[in-house]
């Protein structure tokens, strides 16, 4: 039922050769080049002196489609030859940059994005006046009831006859808007007490 096969032992080095002889020198690595995304997605040879080699590598695709699909890749050609070698980097992210705004938004592109960022400014800056008023006014609030704790302490030590006029003359002397009638006084300090 089992057929057995027989296969003869591989031989082995043995130590009794004098000197072992080298191993073979390794082969150099294989150099594979990969075109750049820009020449990939365009069908084309990358050449040595590719303009749109060094800014869309073959690991970045997308970079050069939007690109491509918002300014054309012989206007993006176009405005790298036009520019120095240093600017170049930063010319194409500012193009990556604006297709991509004007593919989320057809009609401002970045300008849309600019304005919103605008808004969201405007709004903040009105929230940290709103805040920096209600600041004030808690710093006012404190002020006077300090002013008012003192003026009681000084009653308490020797009482005078009537003792809310000269506090109204010291709350009226320090801002003459917080008081101008009795009546504001008293709901001037409801929050502080609630």
């Not at 130590?15 to 080298?22: C, R």
């Not at 970079?63 to 012989?74: E, L, P």
């Amino acid at each position: 039922m089992f057929k057995m096969e027989y296969s003869e032992p591989i031989p082995t080095a043995t130590t009794s050769s004098p000197t072992p002889s080298p191993p073979p020198p390794p082969l150099p690595p294989a150099v594979v080049v990969s075109p750049c995304a820009a020449c990939k997605i365009l069908r084309r040879r990358c050449a040595d002196k590719c303009v749109l080699a060094p800014y869309f590598p073959p690991t970045e695709p997308a970079k050069f489609t939007i690109a491509h699909r918002v300014f054309g890749a012989s206007n993006i050609i176009k405005f790298l030859q036009e520019l120095p070698e240093s600017q170049r980097a930063d010319a194409v992210s500012s193009m990556v940059y604006e297709a991509n705004a004007r593919i989320r938004d057809p009609v401002y592109g970045c300008a849309g994005a600019i304005c919103q960022l605008q808004k969201h400014i405007n709004e903040l800056q009105a929230q940290l006046a709103k805040a920096q008023a209600e600041v004030t006014n808690m710093q006012l609030q404190q002020a006077n009831l300090a002013a008012m704790l003192c003026m009681e302490m000084a009653q308490s030590t020797s009482p005078q006859p009537n003792p809310q006029q000269p506090m109204d003359i010291l709350i009226a002397n320090s801002n003459p808007n917080l008081m101008e009638d009795n009546s504001n006084f008293g709901s001037l300090w409801e929050p502080l007490w609630a």
